[in-house]
């Protein structure tokens, strides 16, 4: 194991110190794996599925959010203008 420091203690694995008990190593047959067979269209179908149950959640808050946004953005070029001057210094008290 090694008696003074920077002793090498063999490499990872083998250094010496008793095997571990109750340690169970399972494989699987590479007949039975298929890791990516039929990933590429579930992908693409599941993501759409997900896509159309969660559009209403973003779409619905968006137009509402860009139609508020695009009628004060309408009023502040109203406001700037040569008609909405009077207005703007009515706001601006």
Do not use: C
Request: overall charge positive.
């Amino acid at each position: 194991m090694g008696g003074h420091p920077g002793a090498y203690m063999g490499w990872w694995g083998s250094m010496g110190s008793p095997t571990q008990k109750y340690l169970n190593t399972y494989t699987v047959s590479p007949y039975a794996q298929s890791a990516l067979k039929g990933s590429l269209e579930k992908a693409f179908f599941n993501s759409f599925r997900r896509f159309t149950s969660q559009i209403l959640y973003i779409a619905i808050p968006g137009v509402v959010v860009w139609e508020i946004w695009a009628k004060n953005r309408d009023y502040n070029h109203y406001l700037y203008t040569k008609a909405g001057r009077e207005e703007l210094e009515r706001v601006n008290v």
